[in-house]
């Protein structure tokens, strides 16, 4: 008889994950996320939008919460410091566009600086708290 065993008991008190199902997919799609609270293309594109990707973010963490996907209500929250990201970027674009219309290098220097930092932020955005099988969602 084998001593050890590769197979490993299911816990009793394991629980299935809490994600969207049925109509509230199509409730999460419109606000930009897919059931298991990933971003889909609309999010995606609708991210880089400035104040409309943080507002879209907030009603889909609501959305979430009052349908009771836990799971993907997390997974949502996780995706808020992504989205600030994106809008620090588009604000240091525009600062740095600003100093070059204005021929303000203290403005073009700061716009610069801004976007390089929240660039930085954003490439290495790593998801350490997700509720997803492999433990990081691509945003």
């Keep these: 008889m084998a001593t050890f065993s590769l197979s490993r008991p299911q816990s009793m008190y394991a629980t299935e994950p809490q994600y969207a199902t049925g109509a509230e997919k199509a409730g999460l799609a419109f606000r930009g996320y897919k059931a298991t609270g990933e971003q889909n293309t609309f999010g995606k594109i609708m991210s880089w939008t400035p104040a409309l990707g943080l507002a879209q973010n907030a009603m889909a963490r609501n959305y979430a919460q009052r349908i009771g996907a836990t799971d993907t209500w997390e997974n949502v929250k996780e995706d808020t410091d992504n989205r600030l990201m994106k809008q620090g970027v588009m604000a240091g674009a525009a600062i740095g566009v ?28 790593q998801d350490e708290g997700t509720n997803d099988d492999s433990n990081y969602i691509y945003r």
């Design 98 to 125: 600003a100093g070059v219309a204005t021929g303000n290098p203290q403005l073009m220097s700061t716009g610069l600086s801004m976007t390089s930092n929240f660039a930085g932020m954003l490439a290495f955005d």
